[in-house]
């Protein structure tokens, strides 16, 4: 591996005020960012990241490979949950192993975030439409962790529907917001939008390094939560993401031969959600213990995504 490209981002400030995060709990330390303020820097994230997207596709012409990049987004997020559920359910509760599957087959857009600023150190930009590749992914792999959890849980009879499951989906204020933000960044003008890009440009990585500030506190506290759960799930949390990225990196390129949109495909395959997945699980599958499938993700997917995965996901795309 280009021990330059570790290096590189492991010196990151985005990355290091994360790594704060965890001492400041390690430590026990009062430092907190206020939950009203940490919403407001999610939310302007999503709108940042989505606006930006929108605008390049705004000046892109949809072609085959835009089209061939949604529907690889859209197989990859029911692949990954339907050939985790069986190696899950093995080990875990069907509920369980239905709600790990599915936060593995949706997308981190904190991830996207990261990946984007990694490649933004890199000099390497990316197509607009992945951003509406990633939106897309959110919900399929809810739809197929759900319809595994009825077909094998003979008990379940928690009252929800797949109907009702993909309108909770759509409806979540992270796939919304994002989608809602591409859709405007297509229809705005150009030349009105240039009047705030100090807000989506200029101030991003500022409010990207706080936001994972508090993600590193975030990620320490609930790792203790996780640990009672065995040597099985640390692992699969570390394994299946740097398979599903690593296959990835490589077979995207039979859709794209552009390094950024594959690194970012790589990323999307290998990140697990957090947000979107658990506000959904709450309704479908509500005996999963949340305090199983979030640390996973949370505290062991996305430190290893950052620290370790995006370097090796770039190396084999550029190797």
């Given at each position: 591996?280009?021990?330059?490209?570790?290096?590189?981002?492991?010196?990151?400030?985005?990355?290091?005020?994360?790594?704060?995060?965890?001492?400041?709990?390690?430590?026990?330390?009062?430092?907190?960012?206020?939950?009203?303020?940490?919403?407001?820097?999610?939310?302007?994230?999503?709108?940042?990241?989505?606006?930006?997207?929108?605008?390049?596709?705004?000046?892109?012409?949809?072609?085959?490979?835009?089209?061939?990049?949604?529907?690889?987004?859209?197989?990859?997020?029911?692949?990954?949950?339907?050939?985790?559920?069986?190696?899950?359910?093995?080990?875990?509760?069907?509920?369980?192993?239905?709600?790990?599957?599915?936060?593995?087959?949706?997308?981190?857009?904190?991830?996207?975030?990261?990946?984007?600023?990694?490649?933004?150190?890199?000099?390497?930009?990316?197509?607009?439409?992945?951003?509406?590749?990633?939106?897309?992914?959110?919900?399929?792999?809810?739809?197929?962790?759900?319809?595994?959890?009825?077909?094998?849980?003979?008990?379940?009879?928690?009252?929800?529907?797949?109907?009702?499951?993909?309108?909770?989906?759509?409806?979540?204020?992270?796939?919304?917001?994002?989608?809602?933000?591409?859709?405007?960044?297509?229809?705005?003008?150009?030349?009105?939008?240039?009047?705030?890009?100090?807000?989506?440009?200029?101030?991003?990585?500022?409010?990207?390094?706080?936001?994972?500030?508090?993600?590193?506190?975030?990620?320490?506290?609930?790792?203790?939560?996780?640990?009672?759960?065995?040597?099985?799930?640390?692992?699969?949390?570390?394994?299946?993401?740097?398979?599903?990225?690593?296959?990835?990196?490589?077979?995207?390129?039979?859709?794209t031969n552009d390094v950024g949109n594959r690194f970012i495909f790589s990323i999307l395959a290998a990140s697990a959600s957090y947000i979107a997945v658990p506000a959904a699980m709450r309704i479908a599958a509500p005996k999963a213990d949340p305090g199983l499938y979030i640390p996973m993700a949370l505290g062991v997917t996305f430190p290893f995504n950052i620290t370790i995965g995006m370097p090796l996901y770039f190396f084999i795309i550029s190797g």
């Amino acid at each position: 591996m280009n021990f330059q490209i570790l290096t590189s981002n492991l010196t990151n400030p985005t990355l290091l005020f994360f790594l704060l995060g965890i001492v400041a709990c390690v430590i026990k330390s009062d430092l907190e960012i206020p939950e009203s303020s940490f919403k407001f820097i999610s939310l302007y994230l999503l709108f940042s990241i989505g606006f930006k997207g929108g605008q390049e596709l705004n000046h892109s012409v949809f072609n085959s490979e835009i089209g061939y990049s949604f529907l690889l987004g859209m197989v990859i997020a029911a692949a990954i949950p339907l050939y985790t559920f069986f190696i899950l359910k093995r080990k875990v509760s069907i509920s369980d192993a239905a709600a790990i599957a599915a936060s593995y087959g949706s997308v981190s857009a904190v991830t996207f975030v990261s990946a984007a600023s990694f490649l933004e150190i890199q000099g390497i930009t990316f197509g607009g439409h992945m951003v509406a590749v990633m939106a897309l992914m959110e919900f399929p792999a809810i739809i197929v962790g759900f319809v595994l959890m009825m077909k094998f849980e003979k008990s379940s009879s928690n009252g929800a529907t797949l109907g009702k499951i993909i309108r909770h989906s759509l409806s979540n204020g992270s796939v919304l917001m994002i989608m809602g933000s591409l859709l405007i960044g297509i229809i705005a003008d150009s030349k009105q939008a240039e009047d705030i890009k100090p807000f989506t440009t200029d101030i991003f990585k500022g409010f990207l390094a706080i936001f994972l500030l508090e993600m590193g506190m975030t990620t320490a506290k609930r790792f203790k939560a996780f640990r009672k759960h065995g040597l099985f799930v640390l692992l699969f949390a570390i394994i299946i993401p740097a398979i599903n990225g690593s296959l990835v990196a490589y077979v995207s390129q039979y859709v794209t031969n552009d390094v950024g949109n594959r690194f970012i495909f790589s990323i999307l395959a290998a990140s697990a959600s957090y947000i979107a997945v658990p506000a959904a699980m709450r309704i479908a599958a509500p005996k999963a213990d949340p305090g199983l499938y979030i640390p996973m993700a949370l505290g062991v997917t996305f430190p290893f995504n950052i620290t370790i995965g995006m370097p090796l996901y770039f190396f084999i795309i550029s190797g």
